[in-house]
């Protein structure tokens, strides 16, 4: 994928239309790399610098963003139903993203109840957005794709959640092979 894509985040796969506004945010944070074709745009401080002024946002840390993000991307494979990737991929990803929300100095509002993060602050706005996204259960239909090297967020707007896939054309459709090819080969 284009670095452009990734920054502007206007490329989903399948054909999805993005998350809906503020959960957009968070989408287009975990997808700030393209894990099968690359690039990262945590890798290099002028991606990261122009995904944030994209946004309106300061660039901060990059080495936090970065584990904030897999430890977002961590949840949303739960939410795609592989809740056996927690543990299994690397530090505790609550306790990742409890550490970070300190670190961003996020501060509870009443009127309107919300957190609310150091302005400008990027890691604080996505926190800021999950947490309130997790509180009103919009956070179930943003999920990962688990397929190989991939892990692009998606959200889920099949009537019961049931999406898995960020696509079927592509990771679905691979996935069913390898089933297919395993279950053929057994015999």
């Known amino acids: 994928m284009e670095r452009q894509a990734l920054i502007d985040a206007s490329v989903q796969p399948g054909g999805r239309a993005p998350a809906p506004e503020p959960l957009a945010l968070v989408q287009a944070f975990v997808n700030t790399v393209d894990r099968e074709h690359g690039p990262d745009l945590l890798d290099d401080a002028g991606g990261w610098a122009a995904w944030c002024a994209r946004r309106g946002l300061r660039p901060g840390d990059r080495d936090r963003a970065r584990a904030v993000r897999e430890a977002l991307r961590v949840l949303l494979w739960a939410n795609a139903g592989h809740g056996d990737a ?49 509180a009103d259960r ?7 794709c688990p397929g190989e090297r991939c892990g692009w967020a998606f959200y889920d707007r099949s009537v019961n959640g049931s999406s898995a896939w960020c696509s079927m054309r592509v990771c679905g459709g691979r996935a069913k092979a390898r089933a297919w090819y395993r279950r053929h080969a057994a015999r």
């Open 138 to 144: 919009s956070w179930a239909r943003l999920k990962a």
């Open 86 to 134: 927690i543990g299994e991929t690397g530090p505790d990803p609550l306790a990742t993203l409890d550490a970070a929300a300190d670190e961003a100095g996020l501060r509870v509002r009443f009127g309107p109840a919300r957190l609310e993060p150091r302005p400008g602050d990027p890691v604080g706005a996505v926190l800021a957005v999950a947490f309130a996204a997790m």
